[in-house]
């Protein structure tokens, strides 16, 4: 299914440009909430779907909380 990619890729994109913003690499990252580099990687890519848990510890290690945002939907 194309959209969940697409969030995915948009999930992913997010926490390599938040772990960037703080000078964090990669393996420390996965480090630190318990995960592969190799697997941080590919959820920075997109290309690893990712459960509440991981995105949780992600998030607390970035100093970030998990929240429910607006989209933005094209008007018609």
Do not use: C, H, Y
Not at 26 to 31: D, E, M, Q, S
Not at 42 to 64: P, T, W, Y
């Amino acid at each position: 299914m194309p959209d969940r990619d697409k969030e995915r890729e948009r999930i992913g994109n997010r926490i390599k440009e938040l772990r960037k913003e703080k000078d964090i690499d990669a393996k420390t990252l996965a480090k630190r909430i318990g995960i592969d580099a190799g697997n941080l990687s590919r959820i920075e890519q997109g290309k690893f779907s990712v459960g509440i848990d991981i995105l949780n510890k992600i998030a607390s290690a970035l100093n970030m909380r998990i929240d429910f945002v607006p989209q933005n939907k094209p008007e018609l």
